[in-house]
Structure formats: structure tokens, C-alpha cells
């Protein structure tokens, strides 16, 4: 693997995030939970924010283009084995309760499914004047802060990585995160 992570500054212009936005308007909203299946559940002082769950067919523009950034940077750093973009969700982290997500990975270890998330993808739909706080943090690696920071840059890592969204204190912090998937690991 040559980089930890990677960052696409700026790749979507500002028109391109508010139509992500706009069409995060028409998915239904609700409180993020915290693990996966069985053990799913709500934990306000692990994890406070809104999401909806856009559909990847219908949003197939945003898909296709994450794939063509996910592609060139999988080849050029992680070379792991990725198949495409099964989940899509719009997140906003809001001042009113704290928005922010403590330490976690997006993997799920204990899954019996033939595939697993790879890569993670985070899309900055928000502009850094739009709050404070908030920032994105990996656990016990360079932070990318002050690079992944203006509007419609890309995010992409290694879905085993541990990382954390710090809480917000003023404004509301939008984006966009799914998971490149492939076969698990061998």
C-alpha cells in the first residue's frame, strides 16, 4: 500500500454537491445507529447524527463518479480488490445535538456475506464556513484535516482504518460516505 489515504481536493464543484443535497431531500431521514445487523442500535453518546440512505440506481451519476476517483486511487496506492458501490448515505452532523461519530471502522468482521467494504469514501459537501468543528480524525496517523477541508473533496481510505468525526459547535457539517466493496479478504 503507498498511501494510508487519499485526498481529492475540491473534485466536485459547488453545483455538484448542492444537487447531492437537493437529492438527499427526497430520501427519508433518520437517526444514525451504530453496528450492524443484530447488534444495531442507538447510542447518542457514541454517535449523533441524521442520515438517509440514497439509492445508488437512482443515483447513479455520484456513483459512477466516485468509481472513476476510487479506481485511479486504488490502483495508484491500496491495489486492493474492489467490485463497485453497494450503499450510498448523506449524513449531517448538526450543532443542535453535537453531531459527531466517536472512533470506529467501517468494517464488519464478523459477517458470514462473500464481500467486504474495502474502501471508504467521504464526500465534503460542506463548505468549512458552514460550521465549526467537526473534523475528520484517523487514529494514530497523519491528519488530513486542513486538506480534506474545502468543498467537494474526496476522502478515500482503507475501510479498516479507525477514525472519528470530532462534534460540531456551530453550523451544520453534510456529506456523503459509502464503501467500496470487493471479496473479503483473503
Not at 119 to 140: D, I, K, M, R
Amino acid at each position: 500500500m503507498k498511501n494510508v489515504w487519499e485526498v481529492w481536493s475540491s473534485a466536485l464543484c459547488d453545483t455538484e454537491c448542492d444537487t447531492i443535497i437537493e437529492r438527499s431531500g427526497t430520501y427519508s431521514d433518520e437517526d444514525a445507529t451504530v453496528g450492524f445487523s443484530n447488534t444495531l442500535r442507538s447510542d447518542l453518546a457514541y454517535r449523533t447524527s441524521s442520515i438517509r440512505w440514497p439509492s445508488t440506481h437512482q443515483e447513479g451519476a455520484i456513483v459512477e463518479r466516485i468509481i472513476q476517483l476510487v479506481g485511479a486511487s486504488n490502483r495508484n496506492n491500496f491495489g486492493v480488490d474492489i467490485e463497485g458501490v453497494h450503499e450510498l448515505q448523506f449524513i449531517e452532523y448538526r450543532m443542535t445535538n453535537s453531531g459527531h461519530y466517536n472512533w470506529h471502522h467501517d468494517v464488519w468482521l464478523e459477517s458470514a456475506r462473500p464481500y467486504a467494504r474495502k474502501l471508504s469514501v467521504v464526500v465534503q459537501l460542506s463548505s468549512p464556513a458552514e460550521y465549526q468543528g467537526g473534523a475528520f480524525e484517523f487514529f494514530g496517523i497523519e491528519n488530513q484535516a486542513a486538506q480534506f477541508a474545502p468543498r467537494g473533496s474526496f476522502l478515500i481510505f482503507p475501510s479498516f482504518l479507525q477514525h472519528r468525526v470530532l462534534p460540531v459547535s456551530k453550523g451544520t457539517r453534510r456529506s456523503l460516505v459509502t464503501w467500496v466493496e470487493g471479496a473479503n479478504w483473503r
